[in-house]
């Protein structure tokens, strides 16, 4: 139950899966006696296009599932026991067959030395822990989230060699597993959230920059068409400062670039249009104002 509760605390607050799996081998180091060695690996699919292949046209292909080594307990890294890296569907050495069979089954598996299925390579390996006693016998968790059905990764740990496998035994392992796999489906919600979040920024920004080249687009298409039109065209602020204008404009009100900083008014339209561009005006500004 300490192992359990200091597990716990190590993984809290952990933000990515990485971190996660660092997270766990340190919680699982805290306890030397009941955790005399342990392997931790991960399970990813191949990045390879030419990895991933169907040995006929009729049967689908499926991508390769390799173990990636995430951390060790009592075994040196770089041991050829414990390689960083291996394929599930093409390596038939003892270990990574049942590695194999614990992802299809997604059930706990016992390896004895008695039986072969705990390679002695392995054992000959380990840096024993606690009582300094070499285990006979590991078990294999298939590490999934609460919220899946696909195997994330596997844990091998070390019996305790000097604790019988009995059902209370069966009962902390069951509790240790449901503890990584309810910690696990939170650590995956967070980085899906945040993998949603940072889509949706660079959608955002995307979609920014592709408003922004129309309207750049637009507006260059505008100021040629008011530059080759025959009729004055101009742009006002509700406050009646000119924003923009063509030749035409200053050419049939007689405005000068210097006099345009002044505000809009009526006299700047010639005869029976000043009553017509005030109606238009005032009715402007009456939009603006209950906007």
Not at 31 to 54: C, G, K, R, T
Not at 66 to 91: M, Q, W, Y
Request: glycine share 4%.
């Amino acid at each position: 139950m300490e192992l359990l509760r200091y597990l716990g605390e190590c993984m809290n607050a952990t933000r990515t899966v990485k971190e996660f799996w660092e997270r766990v081998l340190d919680g699982l180091n805290h306890n030397e006696y009941d955790v005399p060695f342990a392997l931790l690996y991960s399970i990813a699919d191949s990045e390879d296009p030419d990895a991933i292949h169907s040995p006929s046209p009729e049967v689908p292909a499926f991508p390769i599932k390799f173990c990636l080594l995430e951390g060790t307990i009592g075994v040196p890294r770089g041991h050829p026991a414990c390689p960083d890296k291996f394929n599930l569907r093409e390596s038939y050495d003892t270990l990574t067959s049942v590695f194999s069979e614990a992802t299809r089954t997604l059930e706990p598996k016992m390896l004895c030395a008695a039986d072969g299925t705990l390679p002695e390579s392995l054992l000959e390996a380990v840096q024993w822990r606690g009582y300094e006693d070499p285990s006979r016998e590991a078990m294999i968790l298939p590490l999934r989230p609460t919220n899946a059905e696909n195997t994330c990764a596997l844990l091998l740990l070390g019996i305790n060699p000097r604790r019988a496998y009995d059902q209370e035994y069966r009962t902390f392992l069951a509790m240790l597993n449901r503890q990584i796999a309810t910690s696990l489906a939170s650590v995956l919600l967070f980085e899906d959230e945040v993998r949603r979040s940072k889509h949706e920024v660079e959608l955002a920004t995307l979609q920014k920059e592709q408003l922004s080249q129309q309207l750049r687009l637009q507006t260059t298409r505008m100021r040629r068409m008011t530059e080759l039109s025959p009729l004055g065209m101009f742009l006002f602020e509700p406050d009646g400062r000119l924003l923009e204008a063509n030749d035409r404009y200053y050419e049939m009100t007689g405005v000068s670039l210097k006099d345009a900083e002044e505000p809009w008014s009526v006299e700047m339209m010639a005869g029976d249009s000043q009553r017509v561009s005030q109606e238009m005006w005032d009715c402007k500004q009456l939009c603006v104002s209950t906007m």
